[in-house]
């Protein structure tokens, strides 16, 4: 894996956000009147767009689905972004691959107003060149039109650019740009998810992407 510039997402790749994600949806459906006890029964909501899965999973129209994602966000930008941690080895990840002389991106779905607090608080902001995000408003929220933007933004080469994520949406993103793609399987989503998706690498640990990245 030589490319010279790499994007990781954030959930799930980076950080485990599942605490306070799901215990963000859980107030917000509790709102509308949907009481879901189990948080491990929300889990499936890190990673994709939430609007989109609030819809699909609660059968919302997309009115009552913005309802949920407001609702949402007042938990999650007081309390909810603080439920989180970063991977153990991510801190020294990173670390190696800026000794290397490679330039990181952060592209994940999540608002860039989220993920530049959660990169600040957590200190690992200082490792990527820029991080991008969707907007508050649902723009970008797709994770090819977020890659499509920030290589466009960026002038960067997708032949020499890989993407890391833990969800089959981040190797599409990658794929329909004309990136390499690399799955890793200790996030959220399932070995089987991402090797539908045909991702250049597999790696079930960070400990295996840490040592890939030392050959």
């Given at each position: 894996m030589h490319a010279q510039t790499i994007?990781?997402?954030?959930?799930?790749?980076?950080?485990d956000p599942r605490e306070g994600i799901t215990r963000s949806i859980q107030y917000a459906l509790a709102q509308l009147d949907i009481h879901e006890p189990d948080l491990s029964?929300?889990?499936?909501?890190?990673?994709?767009?939430?609007?989109?899965?609030?819809?699909?999973?609660?059968?919302?129209?997309?009115?009552?689905g913005w309802q949920a994602v407001n609702h949402y966000r007042e938990r999650f930008k007081v309390t909810g972004l603080y439920e989180n941690r970063v991977f153990d080895g991510v801190a020294e990840l990173l670390g190696m691959l800026g000794e290397q002389g490679r330039t990181l991106y952060i592209a994940t779905s999540k608002p860039r107003v989220f993920a530049d607090e959660i990169a600040r608080h957590?200190?690992?902001?200082r490792h990527f060149k820029v991080i991008y995000g969707s907007e508050l408003d649902g723009t970008r929220t797709d994770k090819v039109e977020l890659i499509k933007h920030l290589i466009a933004e960026e002038g960067l080469d997708p032949a020499d650019?890989?993407?890391?994520?833990?969800?089959?949406?981040?190797?599409?993103?990658?794929?329909?740009?004309?990136?390499?793609a690399?799955?890793?399987?200790?996030?959220?989503?399932?070995?089987?998810e991402l090797m539908a998706e045909s991702p250049a690498w597999y790696f079930s640990s960070l400990a295996e992407l840490h040592q890939a990245f030392t050959r």
């Open positions: 994007l990781f997402d954030l959930d799930g790749t980076l950080t029964a929300l889990e499936h909501f890190i990673g994709p767009p939430l609007l989109q899965c609030f819809m699909s999973s609660y059968d919302l129209n997309e009115a009552t957590f200190d690992f902001a650019t890989l993407m890391i994520g833990d969800r089959k949406h981040d190797l599409i993103g990658a794929h329909r740009n004309g990136l390499q690399v799955g890793v399987g200790y996030g959220f989503g399932s070995q089987a």
